[in-house]
């Protein structure tokens, strides 16, 4: 079955940039479907990031459009997340996710990345 | 933007009881585009019902999904002990296309 794992730097310091990568197994991400990223401040709730689909097509939570992007290398199966001028409200458990309809359907363990310096 | 809120915001039951949340959205939301996930300590959100009243694949019949327009509910008709967790619900937006979370509801054991 899909299975996916993030990885990144578990800090970055402030205003650099967050950068994760999320590996797919089991499933081609060029035969289809869209990929998220989404997050989780510690003791909060969940916040969608952006998704992209096999020919690199994006869309991003408009709150956060204009710091992010999301790319994918179908030659390694991944996608790949961007955050710039992050702060400490950045601080998250990020998650990547393969979409389902209107849903997000497959979730990976999630890596917490916490921004200080 | 739609805002999607949850109640209770924890909810006290027993194994064995029935559970119902609630998710109300400020704008009608398509049936097609609501969905549930349970999140347990340290964990992933698990996709619970999609498309307001269809159960993923592996999900117990013991859950349920059901509601239109702006009201939606999640049941769990016999709590078991591996139920007790955080619940949130999601609509999913088309133009533009983003994804928003309810705040959740805790479901915690009496």
């Known amino acids: 079955q899909v299975q996916l794992q993030e990885s990144g730097p578990g800090l970055v310091k402030p205003s650099g940039t967050l950068s994760l990568t999320c590996a797919v197994s089991?499933?081609?991400?060029?035969?289809?479907?869209?990929w998220s990223w989404v997050r989780q401040p510690p003791e909060k709730g969940l916040e969608w990031i952006g998704e992209?689909?096999?020919?690199?097509?994006?869309s991003y939570d408009p709150s956060l459009m204009s710091r992010v992007t999301i790319s994918v290398d179908k030659s390694k199966n991944q996608f790949s997340l961007n955050l710039r001028s992050v702060t400490a409200a950045d601080t998250a458990t990020y998650y990547c996710?393969?979409?389902?309809?209107?849903?997000?359907?497959?979730w990976g363990q999630g890596t917490l990345v916490t921004v200080s310096s | 933007e739609i805002v999607l809120t949850q109640s209770p915001g924890t909810l006290s039951l027993s194994p064995g009881e029935r559970a119902t949340l609630s998710c109300r959205a400020s704008?009608?939301?398509?049936?097609?585009?609501l969905a549930w996930y349970q999140q347990k300590s340290g964990q992933a959100p698990r996709l619970l019902i999609y498309?307001?009243?269809n159960r993923a694949t592996g999900i117990p019949d013991r859950f349920s999904g059901s509601g239109s327009g702006t009201d939606f509910t999640l049941t769990i008709s016999r709590l078991e002990p591996a139920d007790f967790a955080l619940y949130y619900c999601?609509?999913?937006?088309?133009?533009?296309?983003?994804?928003?979370f309810g705040q959740g509801t805790k479901l915690e054991i009496k």
């Open positions: 996710v393969r979409n389902g309809a209107y849903c997000l359907e497959y």
């Open positions: 498309g307001a009243s």
């Open positions: 704008q009608s939301v398509s049936s097609s585009y």
């Open positions: 089991g499933y081609s991400i060029s035969n289809g479907y869209w």
């Open positions: 992209i689909d096999h020919s690199g097509s994006t």
């Open positions: 999601q609509q999913y937006g088309s133009s533009p296309p983003v994804y928003t």
